[in-house]
């Protein structure tokens, strides 16, 4: 594989079939693709757990050269993580309307406000393995809340 090609694929891969590229609100539209996919595809929660880790990988590896063609830390370009983020949020809950609009509502309030300890994670880590971890938390984040609101 040619250097342009790693190049392209690299940035299809962390821009999320570039995505990103939206010059509004790209971190949204990342995170709207992986509605789209919950909503269509419904992964069991162990198929999402599995789909999520493979993801993780690739949008770390891929977040961490994407940072150099694209010139600066986690650019707004690199919308894998919102992506992976959101498949951790919904893991083992209803795949209900309600749900997955609930799990985008709040995963998108822990991605932007970034409460500790995400915030901490996010000025720690560097690289590619700082661009997904402190979504990775804010899926966590809203995982609990979730799990916590089928509770009552």
């Known amino acids: 594989m040619g250097n ?9 891969v962390a821009s999320v079939f570039f995505i990103g590229h939206i010059p509004v609100a790209p971190g949204t539209f990342g995170t709207l693709a992986a509605v789209a996919f919950v909503w269509g595809v419904k992964p069991e929660a162990a198929s999402m757990l599995i789909i999520s880790a493979v993801l993780f990988l690739a949008g770390t590896a891929s977040s961490h050269y994407a940072e ?10 690199i919308v894998i993580d919102e992506f992976v983020g959101y ?4 893991i ?5 309307a309600g749900y997955i609009i ?3 509502v709040i995963f998108r309030f822990f991605d932007i406000v970034k409460p500790p300890p995400i915030k901490n994670v996010e000025r720690k880590l560097h690289g590619g393995l700082g661009v997904m971890m402190d979504d990775v938390l804010a899926g966590i984040a809203t995982n609990m809340v979730l799990q916590a609101w089928k509770l009552v």
């Open 4 to 12: 342009r090609s790693k190049v392209f694929l690299t940035k299809a």
């Open 68 to 77: 150099t063609f694209y010139g600066s830390r986690d650019s707004g370009h």
């Open 87 to 90: 498949l951790v949020s919904i």
């Open 92 to 96: 083992s809950l209803p795949q209900t």
């Open 102 to 104: 609930a799990a985008f």
